[in-house]
């Protein structure tokens, strides 16, 4: 994501930190080399001579909260003398709070997967925790990394708005855990990295509030297997119905005050739990507050999908909806058509969208999603991604739009 001056407005900050809160990622010294370890000092042993913790490589997130807590200390580690941690002490503003890395991408590493790995233990998290890669076509960054400045001097010395930033993720995955309290677990979580990639992000954090500790990390690069072909009316999504304390999903909560995106045991139309969006009321810009899961582009060119999911709404005063969206080169990002939009009060209904794929798909996006800010209340349950057919288009369903990061 653009890196962030402290100084930053409110409404700026909403817009940035929209889907997550991914923030500042860290400077690495040469492009990755596939085929090698691409993490400089995964294991967080150097540190920094001019910083009394900071382990060399590294960059956290900003987000000037006093109850946020980065460390780097050889209390409790996995291996070596030293181990990084993460602490909140409020979840007041839902924000992502992260250890993360930059790594600049060659064209001998499109192909590949990358896998990011690290050693993480839980010490009374209440929350979400979190591993992910991310593989984006990022100009600016790739150029700062280079001439060693940040994202929005980059853009200034290459001529570029930053409305016009054309910024692109074209691979994503992320691993979500909620374990309250464990011994050092390895996770990992993995994503493509497709012809066009400039970069790549890895980050580590947390969502909520306990603490976090991660070591030996790493990044490396897997030959990439045939992708096949979904079958037709196979649901795409992983938990579906948000059984598992929705862990499957990515979750998008702007920072206003309050904001919920949580399940509830209470209500669900099947199973035995949905996904509820409250208290998202207390916000100055409008943005997007929901749950979606990313999918391989690839596998779905030149086919017909159908996103539906099923809402219940108490007295919201603002619109829900489903979207699909698909990043590639060529389109950049393009979105499925208007479709229903629901508000007020009412009991379970269903939403429904399909979008022919273009050809030029790398990633996917199926997304289950209310415009904030709204008062009101918001389940969804039953949700549903499938290939329907083949493609009724030939060119995109809709008109490129400007890509941001979630």
């Not at 509030?209 to 030996?216: A, I, P, R, Y």
């Amino acid at each position: 994501m653009r890196p962030m001056s402290r100084s930053m407005s409110l409404a700026a900050l909403c817009l940035a930190l929209f889907a997550a809160a991914f923030l500042t990622p860290a400077a690495s010294a040469a492009p990755a080399r596939a085929g090698k370890a691409l993490l400089p000092n995964g294991d967080f042993e150097r540190g920094l001579s001019t910083h009394p913790w900071m382990p060399s490589s590294w960059d956290t997130s900003m987000a000037d909260l006093p109850t946020v807590f980065f460390g780097r200390d050889s209390f409790l580690v996995h291996s070596g003398k030293w181990a990084v941690n993460v602490a909140n002490m409020s979840a007041a503003f839902p924000m992502a709070h992260n250890w993360s890395q930059t790594i600049l991408v060659t064209p001998d590493m499109w192909g590949k997967t990358a896998v990011f790995k690290a050693w993480t233990r839980s010490n009374g998290l209440e929350g979400r925790a979190y591993l992910v890669v991310q593989a984006y076509s990022d100009t600016a960054t790739k150029m700062g990394r280079i001439w060693g400045v940040d994202h929005d001097e980059a853009l200034r010395r290459l001529n570029i708005h930053k409305i016009d930033d054309p910024l692109l993720d074209l691979g994503w995955k992320r691993t979500t855990f909620d374990d309250p309290l464990t011994e050092w677990v390895e996770r990992e979580a993995r994503t493509v990295v497709p012809p066009g990639t400039n970069v790549l992000f890895v980050r580590c954090g947390l969502l909520g509030t306990g603490q976090v500790l991660f070591d030996d990390a790493s990044l490396t690069l897997e030959n990439t297997p045939a992708s096949p072909k979904p079958a037709k009316g196979e649901n795409l999504f992983l938990e579906p119905g948000f059984e598992n304390r929705a862990l499957a999903w990515d979750i998008a909560i702007p920072p206003y005050e309050g904001a919920k995106v949580e399940t509830d045991s209470t209500v669900a139309r099947s199973g035995r739990s949905s996904l509820l969006i409250r208290d998202f009321f207390d916000g100055l810009v409008e943005t997007r507050i929901g749950a979606g899961q990313p999918f391989n582009g690839r596998a779905l060119r030149g086919q017909r999908v159908r996103l539906s999911g099923y809402f219940k709404g108490d007295s919201l005063q603002g619109s829900c909806f489903v979207k699909v969206y698909s990043h590639g080169m060529r389109t950049h990002v393009t979105q499925s058509p208007g479709a229903e939009l629901l508000s007020g009060t009412w009991d379970w209904k269903e939403l429904a969208i399909e979008f022919d794929i273009p050809e030029d798909s790398e990633l996917v996006w199926a997304n289950l999603i209310a415009l904030a800010p709204a008062s009101g209340r918001l389940w969804i349950d039953d949700a549903r991604f499938e290939v329907v057919g083949t493609s009724k288009t030939v060119a995109p369903a809709a008109a490129p739009m400007k890509a941001g990061k979630k």
